[in-house]
């Protein structure tokens, strides 16, 4: 099992994995803290849902990869003398670096996934910084091994790989198809019924899971007093939800996508953001701080890009599965805009303020 040519097939799909994870939680990152030059489409609508799974599935499958691959290489950390030379000392630390980094990636983010924090770090930044240093160090570490891998993977080594040796390959993958088979149905519909531990997608309040309750967020009660600001050009526009319900209203069937991998399709009603962006005078296409009746929260005030302020499926929603809003859902009005991940559609809205 420690020959150089398991451990270059196991090593392989490992990267494969990790190139998948990591790509996709940049790009989860930049849709949430974006650059200037970024750029993210609202449509297709499913397609931060298809991105962030394939984040949290490929994260679940390369933990069962990553034990295997330390299993086969594990006797060199045995190995006598311990330091042969200086690239050789500094060939183990990038090893040390990068197993560490690989644990705590797959280890926080499964943690983050069942929405459990045992630790005082917040883990959005500590999970993003250490991802650069867990795949920096992996392309290091491909850089050095690079002459023994295609080695190990030519036509005539492959052949040489005896019967035992096929069973583990064998048994590697199938755990790591079973881990994704108990985790993948929180992104993959067809997969619920099979997925013991997908219940995050599997109904829930108004048939959607809450993350975050309106207690939680110290959003007690919302009365007949509440007001929609809308500041635009022509400068502010209030609206009460009665107004609201007689403009032109919208009925669309979006996900819910969000960060810790599980997503959830509903079908909500409300007005069309770019409606009210036309109310107050503003050109189509604006952009829109977003702000929320939660008083603190990293995301009580969120930018809606004009990427997706011009799309006709981003609403201002008022209604969940035909019905009003549930106050945990985030009553009396919320976003919803497809392609967009779930933390950054914002409950309980107060104030839509156009950005120039």
């Not at 050095?144 to 080695?151: D, G, H, N, Q, T």
């Not at 107050?280 to 929260?297: D, I, M, N, W, Y």
Request: hydrophobic share 45%; net charge positive.
């Amino acid at each position: 099992m420690h020959d150089p040519k398991v451990t270059s097939r196991v090593g392989t799909w490992l990267g494969i994995a990790f190139t998948i994870c990591f790509v996709t939680g940049v790009i989860s990152h930049f849709i949430q803290h974006p650059a200037a030059w970024f750029y993210w489409p609202s449509r297709p609508i499913n397609l931060y849902r298809i991105t962030q799974g394939a984040h949290v599935i490929s994260g679940v499958a390369a933990i069962p990869l990553l034990i295997a691959k330390l299993w086969t290489v594990y006797p060199k950390l045995f190995e006598r003398p311990a330091v042969k030379s200086v690239l050789h000392a500094l060939e183990r630390i990038s090893i040390l670096v990068l197993a560490g980094a690989a644990f705590f990636e797959l280890a926080s983010g499964t943690f983050n996934a069942a929405q459990n924090y045992p630790w005082s770090f917040f883990f959005t930044t500590a999970h993003y910084a250490v991802a650069w240093i867990a795949f920096g160090s992996l392309l290091v570490h491909v850089a050095v091994k690079l002459p023994l891998i295609r080695e190990s993977l030519t036509k005539e080594k492959r052949r040489e790989i005896d019967v035992s040796r096929r069973a583990f390959l064998r048994t590697t993958g199938l755990t790591s198809g079973v881990a994704v088979l108990v985790f993948g149905g929180s992104t993959i519909p067809f997969l619920r019924n099979v997925s013991a531990l997908s219940e995050r997608s599997n109904g829930g309040l108004q048939g959607l899971p809450v993350n975050r309750t309106a207690k939680e967020a110290n959003v007690q009660t919302v009365d007949s007093s509440w007001r929609l600001e809308v500041v635009g050009p022509n400068g502010t526009t209030t609206f009460s939800r009665e107004q609201l319900q007689t403009m032109r209203q919208t009925t669309a069937e979006l996900p819910i996508a969000c960060v810790e991998g599980w997503s959830q399709t509903a079908t909500w009603t409300g007005v069309p953001v770019m409606d009210l962006l036309a109310a107050v005078g503003a050109p189509e296409g604006s952009s829109l701080r977003v702000s929320s009746l939660e008083k603190g929260g990293l995301y009580n005030s969120t930018t809606l890009p004009g990427t997706h302020t011009a799309d006709p499926l981003t609403l201002l929603a008022l209604r969940l599965e035909g019905q009003v809003l549930d106050l945990d859902h985030g009553y009396p009005c919320r976003i919803i805009a497809p392609s967009r991940p779930g933390v950054l559609q914002t409950k309980w809205v107060r104030k839509l303020e156009v950005i120039a």
